[in-house]
């Protein structure tokens, strides 16, 4: 029995994530699955309040739990919208690029900014009072997070603007990047593993 195909979509709050994942999935023929809903559903809890009550590192482990089901699992082919600081969590990088696609959803940070400032249901909009930020601070919190998450974003061997064409473009386009992608490499991830890295690091010492 071959290995599921599992593409992995990652990217920043609000670059379109989880509005992008079931229509690529529908245009793929594979089932969709979205880590905060996931998250959201089994704690009964918004991602705002787990934050709230729990913290960002409760958090972080919920997702990791989530993405090893995933990987573990024999649910078909799959493609997932990952949280926007997932991969920032080394178990839940080398889980995710060791079994499966990453796909960038690159999005401008000023477009960021824009959408963020009008949604009221993301932690990183909140200050440590709970209350919402102002545009200037959602704006440089977004250019210091994103500047922090580039790296592993930009490890993706398929990224895409998401502010520059309609969805049904964008996903277009996706799903011929994606296909060939797929008959090059069989949806392996085409990353270094972190525990690769480490060893050679070792080596080297």
Same mark, same amino acid.
């Given at each position: 029995?071959?290995?599921?195909? =599992? ?5 920043? %709050?609000? /670059? ?8 690529? /999935? &529908? ?12 998250? !959201? ?10 934050? /709230?009550?729990?913290?960002? /590192? ?10 090893? !089901? ?6 078909? &082919? ?13 178990? !839940? ?6 079994s499966g696609t990453l796909v960038y959803l690159k999005t401008d940070p000023k477009t960021l900014s824009k959408r963020l %400032?009008? $949604?009221?249901? @993301?932690? #990183? =909009? $909140? ?11 959602? %704006? ?5 997070? #994103?500047?922090?998450?580039? *790296?592993?974003? *930009?490890?993706?061997p398929i990224s895409i603007p998401t502010d520059e064409s309609h969805i049904g473009k964008t996903v277009e386009s996706l799903? @011929? ?18 525990? $690769?890295?480490?060893?050679?690091? @070792?080596?080297?010492?």
């Amino acid at each position: 029995m071959s290995k599921p195909t =599992i593409i992995y979509l990652t990217g920043f %709050s609000t /670059a379109g994530k989880s509005t992008i994942g079931p229509i690529l /999935a &529908n245009s793929l023929g594979f089932s969709f699955i979205d880590i905060d809903k996931a998250i !959201s559903d089994q704690e009964s809890k918004s991602i705002n309040e787990i934050f /709230a009550e729990k913290g960002e /590192a409760y958090f972080r482990r919920l997702e990791y739990e989530i993405v090893t !089901s995933i990987t573990n699992a024999s649910n078909g &082919n799959l493609v997932v919208a990952l949280g926007g600081g997932t991969l920032e969590n080394d178990k !839940s990088y080398e889980a995710i690029t060791n079994s499966g696609t990453l796909v960038y959803l690159k999005t401008d940070p000023k477009t960021l900014s824009k959408r963020l %400032s009008n $949604k009221d249901d @993301r932690p #990183l =909009i $909140k200050a440590e009072n709970g209350s919402k930020l102002s545009q200037e601070e959602i %704006s440089n919190r977004v250019e210091m997070m #994103l500047a922090k998450r580039e *790296a592993r974003y *930009a490890k993706a061997p398929i990224s895409i603007p998401t502010d520059e064409s309609h969805i049904g473009k964008t996903v277009e386009s996706l799903t @011929r990047q994606i296909e060939r992608y797929l008959k090059l490499y069989g949806g392996r991830a085409e990353i270094e593993p972190l525990s $690769k890295k480490r060893r050679a690091n @070792r080596s080297e010492e």
